[in-house]
């Protein structure tokens, strides 16, 4: 943890985070209908009932002929390549402990997700935490350096608000004399600086994400973000992940590769 001073000159603790923190928060709730039910066999989650449900609803095999167990039915959903069904169970997750230019990538997967990000607007990022590069981790050297550019930077923010608000004292409005200040500000923060954001995605989707973030040709602090979301969904929903295997890559990180490709 490092140090940076505040407004009235005291010393405050930074926060550094070291890897990120995943939460699920929302998960799906089947309800099945009295009047078409399943026959199920094994234990499984709502969302791995929803989807085998959708997918049993399009062939009317509810009756479930072949005695398949519940993820028994999804591995061969997935073999198929018979994606949609899986679009039915979203999961939202809160992810914390990633930087800006993390979560600027993960933005990037459009269909099936929707987001909720900090706003450095409205939020003071005075007091922001910041995210260690994996790449720099466990070098003393280059992480004093670093976290001496971002005490720098942090410091130049703060500088910068004070201006703007002297700046901008005729405008009567405190709330948005502060917003003026801040979204002008924070274009000096660092691309490390730690944003907190609400994901929710479908099955598809978050598998999507997963397979092209896991792989060892992904950026490294989004890599370890999705297998952290990975180890997540895994542990929630078994039959719609397990085809993802976490291994250690040749630059000694953890990456993981997928059996069925892009169902
Ligand atoms: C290793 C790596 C390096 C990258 N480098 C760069 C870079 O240098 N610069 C850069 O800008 N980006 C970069 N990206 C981001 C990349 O270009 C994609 O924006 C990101 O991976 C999201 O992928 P996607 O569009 O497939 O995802 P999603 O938006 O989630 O889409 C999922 C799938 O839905 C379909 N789909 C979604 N939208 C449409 C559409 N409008 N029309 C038709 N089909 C659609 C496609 O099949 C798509 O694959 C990189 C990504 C990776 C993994």
Request: glycine share 6%.
């Amino acid at each position: 943890m490092g140090y940076t001073e505040t407004r009235i000159g005291t010393v405050a603790p930074m926060e550094i985070f070291r890897a990120p923190r995943v939460s699920l928060i929302a998960r799906p709730q089947f309800i099945e209908p009295e009047h078409l039910p399943v026959h199920w066999l094994g234990e499984a989650s709502d969302g791995e009932r929803l989807a085998e449900y959708a997918g049993r609803l399009c062939y009317m095999s509810q009756r479930n002929p072949v005695n398949r167990t519940t993820a028994e039915y999804l591995e061969n959903i997935k073999k198929q390549g018979h994606g949609s069904v899986l679009e039915h169970a979203v999961y939202v997750l809160l992810i914390e402990g990633i930087s800006r230019s993390c979560s600027h990538e993960l933005v990037r997967h459009r269909a099936g997700f929707g987001y909720s990000q900090i706003s450095q607007r409205y939020v003071d990022e005075s007091h922001a935490a910041f995210v260690l590069p994996p790449a720099v981790a466990g070098d003393p050297k280059l992480e004093e350096e670093w976290q001496g550019q971002v005490t720098a930077a942090q410091a130049a923010y703060v500088r910068s608000v004070e201006g703007l608000m002297q700046r901008y004292e005729w405008v009567t409005d405190k709330v948005h004399r502060r917003k003026m200040a801040r979204e002008a500000a924070r274009s000096v923060l660092p691309n490390a600086t730690e944003v907190k954001i609400v994901v929710s995605g479908n099955a598809r989707a978050w598998r999507t994400m997963l397979e092209l973030r896991c792989g060892e040709g992904a950026e490294l602090e989004i890599r370890r973000m999705a297998i952290a979301v990975l180890r997540v969904l895994q542990r929630e929903a078994g039959a719609l992940f397990s085809d993802f295997e976490i291994y250690v890559g040749d630059d000694k990180q953890e990456a993981a590769r997928v059996a069925y490709h892009k169902v």
